[in-house]
């Protein structure tokens, strides 16, 4: 298996973890439909806990195995995914950080957070 898999699923296997007694599913490597594109969309993870049509609660997870810290073009690429998957939230996870101008971006987005990977297991 290659690396990133093997951090993907390491990055879904914490999310079911904090997710386990609620009422919520945690999908790895989820396939759904972008509202705007049109097309399927690749999620590493899906956190899903919607009724019927109801995307109120999706909340989509990038995990992100970059050898540099995330960017505002990261950011903005993921914003425009979190829409496109009618999300509620995304969250970017970096191993390697992310610049002053990422953190800032993402702040002004509101539903997108990026997380160190020491993060992940405080994300509420």
Not at 32 to 43: A, D, F, V, W
Not at 65 to 77: A, F, G, S
Request: proline share 2%; with cysteine; charged share 30%.
């Amino acid at each position: 298996m290659n690396d990133w898999k093997k951090y993907e699923r390491f990055i879904a296997s914490l999310c079911s973890v904090e997710y386990q007694d609620l009422d919520i599913t945690v999908i790895p490597n989820a396939r759904i439909r972008g509202e705007l594109s049109e097309t399927s969309r690749q999620i590493d993870v899906l956190i899903d806990s919607r009724f019927g049509n109801d995307r109120s609660r999706r909340i989509i997870v990038d995990a992100k195995r970059y050898k540099r810290p995330l960017n505002v073009k990261d950011i903005e690429t993921f914003h425009g995914m979190t829409m496109d998957c009618s999300a509620s939230a995304g969250i970017l996870v970096c191993p390697n950080g992310y610049s002053k101008a990422a953190k800032k971006r993402a702040q002004d987005y509101i539903t997108v957070k990026i997380v160190s990977l020491e993060e992940v297991e405080n994300i509420d």
